[in-house]
C-alpha cells in the first residue's frame, strides 16, 4: 500500500511560492517597466488590484504559518503599525513590506533567496524582451551630462537595481557550488547592460557585493569572531542614518570643490535634495505625507527643483514614516543578523550590508521587492561541506 504524504502548511509552501512569484513577477512588469507612459489609468489600477491582492494573500499565508512566540507578536505589531502610518502618508511600501515579512519569514533561506532570483530573472529578460521587440519603450534620463537608457524598465536605476537583486540573490543561494570564474563571466554580463543605463549605484554594490562573495567563501568574516561582527553591524546600521543626516544638513554641500559638493554631484544631487526634505519637513513619531515629483516623461532631466524624490532610505524611513517605525524596523534589522551570526550562518552578511549600503542612495531598500534579507529569519540551511570548513578552520586556529 502507497503511504500517501500529509496535506498540511509545511507541504503548501512550495504553492504559495510558486502564487507569490507571479503575484511578484506581474508587479514588477506592470509597476516598474515604461508600460504605464501610454496608458497610466488603466496600468496603475491593474498594479492596485495586484498590490491589493498581495496584500490579502500575504495576510492568509502569515495566518497559516502562525504561531505564538515574541518574533510572530512582533511583527503583528509592525504590520498594524505600517497599516496605521499609511494612512498617514498614503504610501504603501512599508505596508507591503511589512505584510511580506509577516508570510514569507517563515520560509527556509534558501527557498526565499531562490524565489526572488527566479522571479527577478524571469521578470528581467522578459522586460528587456519586450524592449526589443518594441513593445516597451526606452526612457531616457540625464544627469551631469550622461544620458541613461532604461531598456524597457521604468528608470535606468530600476534597471541596475534589479540585476543587483540576481545577482545578491545569486550569490547567497548558491554560495558554495558558485565558481571564482562563473561569479567574474557574470560581472562582466552586468557591465553590458549598466553600463546603457548608467546605473553608478548598483555597478558600485554589484562589485562590493562579489568582494563580499569572496570574502566569506575564503572565511575572512569567520576570523573576526561573533561578539565582534554584531557591534560591527551595530555600529554600521547606526552610522548609515547619521551620514544620511550629518551629509545633507552640512554647510559645505555649496561650497565649490568641496568633499560634499563633489559627492553630491556624482549622487546626482541627492545630498541637497535630502538638505530639502529635512529643512521642510519635520521629523514626527508616526510619519507624514510627502507629495514626490517625478516627471511622466519618456525624457527628463534629473535636477533639482524638476526632480523631487527623497533616494535615501533613511532620510525617508524617518522624515516620511516616523521615528517609531524607524526604530522597529532597525530592531527588526539587527534581530535577523543577530539570530544568523548567532547560528553561523555569516553569510547573512552578504545581503544586509549589501542593502544597507544601498539605503544610502536609493529608496528601494524599503522595497519588499528588492531587499529580500528582511525575510531571512529562519534558521540558516548550511550545508555539510560549509560546516566542515567552518570545524577545520577553528581547529587549525585553536
Known amino acids: ?166 545577482n545578491v540573490a545569486l550569490m547567497y543561494t548558491y554560495r558554495e557550488r558558485l565558481l571564482n570564474w562563473l561569479v567574474i563571466f557574470i560581472l562582466a554580463i552586468d557591465y553590458i547592460f549598466l553600463s546603457v543605463a548608467y546605473a553608478r549605484s548598483s555597478i558600485l554594490l554589484i562589485i562590493i557585493s562579489s568582494l563580499m562573495f569572496f570574502a566569506l567563501k575564503y572565511r575572512f568574516f569567520m576570523k573576526i569572531g561573533k561578539n565582534k561582527l554584531i557591534y560591527m553591524f551595530v555600529f554600521f546600521l547606526i552610522l548609515c542614518f547619521a551620514v544620511s543626516f550629518l551629509f545633507s544638513e552640512s554647510r559645505s554641500l555649496y561650497v565649490s570643490g568641496s568633499f560634499l559638493s563633489n559627492l553630491d554631484q556624482e549622487m546626482s544631487g541627492r545630498l541637497k535634495l535630502g538638505q530639502y526634505f529635512i529643512t521642510n519637513f519635520p521629523i514626527t513619531f508616526l510619519g507624514r505625507y510627502i507629495q514626490y515629483y517625478v516627471p511622466n516623461s519618456t525624457n527628463y532631466g534629473v535636477d533639482f527643483g524638476s526632480y523631487l524624490v527623497l533616494d535615501n532610505s533613511y532620510l525617508k524611513l524617518i522624515i516620511n514614516f516616523g521615528i517609531i517605525f524607524s526604530i522597529l524596523i532597525s530592531f527588526w534589522i539587527f534581530h535577523i543578523f543577530y539570530k544568523n551570526i548567532q547560528n553561523d550562518n555569516y553569510w547573512i552578511i552578504l545581503p544586509m550590508l549589501t542593502f544597507l549600503i544601498l539605503g544610502i542612495t536609493e529608496q528601494s531598500m524599503l522595497y519588499f521587492w528588492v531587499n529580500f534579507s528582511l525575510f531571512l529569519s529562519q534558521k540558516g540551511d548550511h550545508s555539510k561541506v560549509y560546516l566542515n570548513k567552518k570545524h577545520k578552520f577553528l581547529e587549525e586556529n585553536n
Open 1 to 166: 500500500m502507497v503511504e500517501k504524504k500529509a496535506i498540511g502548511p509545511q507541504g503548501l509552501k512550495k504553492t504559495v511560492l510558486i502564487i507569490y512569484s507571479l503575484f511578484l513577477f506581474f508587479l514588477i512588469i506592470f509597476s516598474r517597466s515604461s508600460l504605464d507612459t501610454d496608458s497610466q489609468a488603466n496600468i496603475k489600477l491593474i498594479v492596485v488590484v495586484i498590490e491589493i491582492g498581495l496584500y490579502i494573500f500575504s495576510f492568509l499565508v502569515g495566518l497559516i504559518y502562525f504561531r505564538i512566540n515574541s518574533e510572530s507578536l512582533y511583527i503583528l505589531l509592525l504590520v498594524f503599525l505600517s497599516i496605521f502610518v499609511y494612512f498617514i502618508t498614503r504610501d504603501k511600501s512599508i505596508a507591503l513590506m511589512a505584510i511580506a515579512i509577516f508570510a514569507l519569514r517563515n520560509f527556509d533561506q534558501k527557498e526565499i533567496s531562490k524565489f526572488f532570483l527566479i522571479t527577478n530573472v524571469v521578470a528581467f529578460f522578459s522586460i528587456i524582451s519586450l524592449h526589443f521587440m518594441g513593445i516597451l519603450q526606452s526612457v531616457y534620463s540625464y544627469s551631469d551630462g550622461t544620458t541613461k537608457d532604461s531598456l524597457g524598465f521604468g528608470q535606468a536605476n530600476t534597471l541596475g537595481i534589479t540585476l543587483l537583486v540576481i
